[in-house]
């Protein structure tokens, strides 16, 4: 735009009109909506966060609180156990991956006749509706009628789990369906970076009489490890997001137990319809979250430039 | 020799486990779709397969899976139009035609930005300028927010398609008397049109399974989807589960579709954002 401003008319004119201006509108319909869309939502959430808001009779009513927010932060008893689920979760479902992602990787890499079909079977979870996941696997840990249930029954187990229903355990179902949810997404990624491995370094190593497991550990794990950190810090990144299958199979209960950031976010904007709070809440995750891509933009070039 | 076909018997064996795991839950729903109350509450795994509760969803008066499979028609291809033409031009000129770096960054690094964002952070804006706009519970609304979710994914995916047309088809094009939306329009176009149909279906496929945008700026079914209407079906309090899983199943129809028309551009969608190490 400066640079716009500095040439004279008829360049502009030309710019915008003459045979090169094809640059210039191709790309405007993007930019209109990257800023209409994405960046002016910032500035209206800061905007809703130093109010409290009210619809009455359909007219929203605001009134200007300035740090008032600050107050009800201090006085919700549930952020704390959101932000402590949301950990817990984030840390398990990148740990957990990152190993059957790999192995998975490892495993279907050294395959060639299905190997398509291996391919293929493995990201159907990622394109299946989350939702759909969600009431999946509610059927199978269904404590009347699920598929867990059953089999249990029929082995003659006594105390049934109460799965998504026992507060001591619904934390886990859920990281347990993230686990069949997105194991296929680090597989994507790992087996990229196998795959990218130079053939002939794996030829060496096996002529010099190595086995699997050391070959893994010696030349595929140590040629990975970039690809490997990446990876976890993208899955971690997205596993913030994680709202869709919670709200089906537990809506952040039973009591507080899975009650994640998004999940108590979206209860203070339906159910409290608090909606300067839940824009605080949103402006603060913004916050934290570019910290965290940034973080991850830094670390992935250094890696790249290291490592790679 | 022999010590190589067994490790390999062994792997693929272990790989149908995985398979299994995956495809089960699948399976399972299907099989639950087709049951009648009283076999689901047997847990039987024979009975006799009815189509009733696919009869129910979207004839019953219960339910309203018509009205909700058409608002997903409607949506996701809107959104896969929108994203398709939006996107595949801002690529083109970003890859293209000689922005400075810092422009190209820029712009990379904000969608990049966008697609890790957690989505929530965008749901009381958008809440309050649908209503604003008039548009608050209808397909536009949700329209507007799966455009800019998929714009990342859309624009990324075409980045990678056009960096891999030779430069010289343009500069001939250009030469030859053609004007840029011409050498654009007719002759890269043509050539990226797998990597754009692919595109397309995996940004229909996206909007088709998105849940919390399209639950927080719709109220009934004049502009609910078909994963709101599921996730409806969970908070009653006797959950009707034959009628879950048959709309379940009809939920799950593209991504199936998809995943045999598998190939390595979808798969490569998938991973957008991984900057590969």
């Known amino acids: ?308 | 020799m022999r010590q190589k076909t067994l490790h390999k018997i062994i792997l693929n064996l272990a790989l149908l486990v995985v398979v299994f795991i995956i495809l089960f839950p699948v399976f399972y729903i299907v099989q639950t779709s087709l049951k009648s109350t009283a076999d689901i509450y047997s847990g039987t795994f024979f009975f006799t397969a009815r189509t009733r509760n696919y009869e129910e969803i979207f004839t019953g008066s219960r339910s309203n899976f018509a009205e909700l499979t058409r608002n997903s028609l409607v949506v996701s291809s809107s959104v896969a139009v929108i994203c398709g033409v939006i996107g595949s031009l801002a690529a083109y000129s970003v890859s293209r035609l000689n922005w400075p770096r810092w422009a190209t960054g820029g712009i990379l690094v904000w969608l990049l930005f966008i697609n890790m964002m957690p989505p929530i952070v965008f749901v009381t804006p958008y809440y309050l300028w649908a209503r604003a706009a008039g548009i608050y519970d209808t397909p536009a609304a949700v329209v507007m927010a799966h455009v800019v979710l998929n714009m990342p994914l859309a624009v990324i995916m075409m980045m990678n398609f056009f960096a891999e047309v030779p430069k010289e088809l343009e500069e001939a094009a250009v030469i030859d008397g053609c004007t840029q939306w011409q050498a654009f329009s007719r002759v890269i176009v043509p050539i990226v049109r797998p990597g754009l149909a692919a595109m397309a279906v995996l940004v229909f496929v996206f909007s088709w399974k998105e849940f919390l945008f399209a639950l927080s700026l719709t109220t009934t079914s004049a502009g609910r989807t078909i994963p709101v209407g599921i996730a409806n079906f969970v908070q009653e309090f006797n959950i009707r589960y034959g009628e879950m899983a048959a709309g379940s199943f009809v939920a799950m129809i593209p991504a199936l579709i998809l995943v045999l028309l598998a190939q390595r551009h979808i798969i490569k969608g998938l991973t957008v954002g991984a900057i590969k190490g």
């Open chain 1, 1 to 308: 735009m400066a640079q716009a401003s500095l040439t004279r008319p008829t360049d502009m004119r030309a710019k915008l009109f003459g045979p090169g201006s094809f640059k210039y509108w191709s790309v405007a319909p993007l930019l209109i909506i990257l800023v209409i869309f994405t960046a002016l939502p910032i500035v209206q959430l800061l905007q809703m966060s130093v109010s409290e808001l009210e619809f009455i009779d359909g007219e929203l009513v605001s009134e200007f609180i300035g740090l008032g927010q600050l107050d009800n932060l201090a006085k919700d008893p549930i952020v704390g156990i959101a932000i402590k689920n949301t950990l817990v979760f984030v840390v398990a479902v990148v740990l957990i991956e990152t190993f059957t992602g790999f192995t998975l990787a490892v495993a279907i890499s050294r395959t060639r006749s299905f190997s398509i079909v291996y391919r293929s079977v493995v990201i159907i979870p990622l394109l299946i509706p989350p939702v759909a996941i969600g009431t999946m696997w509610s059927l199978i840990y269904d404590y009347n009628y699920g598929l867990i249930t059953t089999i249990l029954i029929e082995l003659g187990v006594q105390h049934l789990p109460l799965w998504t229903a026992d507060p001591d355990l619904a934390l886990i179902s859920v990281i347990i369906v993230d686990v069949w949810h997105w194991t296929s997404f680090m597989f994507l990624i790992m087996l990229a970076g196998i795959e990218s491995i130079p053939p002939s370094l794996l030829e060496a190593a096996r002529v010099d009489g190595a086995n699997e497991l050391r070959m893994i550990r010696h030349v595929i794990l140590p040629m990975m490890a970039p690809t490997i950190l990446v990876a976890m810090l993208l899955r971690t990144i997205l596993a913030f997001k994680v709202f869709d299958q919670i709200f089906v199979l537990t809506s952040g209960g039973p009591g507080t137990a899975t009650q994640v950031i998004s999940m108590h976010i979206y209860k203070v904007f339906s159910e409290q319809f608090r909606l300067g709070y839940a824009a605080f809440l949103s402006l603060l995750v913004a916050g934290f979250m570019t910290i965290f891509v940034a973080f991850y933009f830094w670390a992935s070039r250094v890696v790249r430039r290291r490592l790679g």
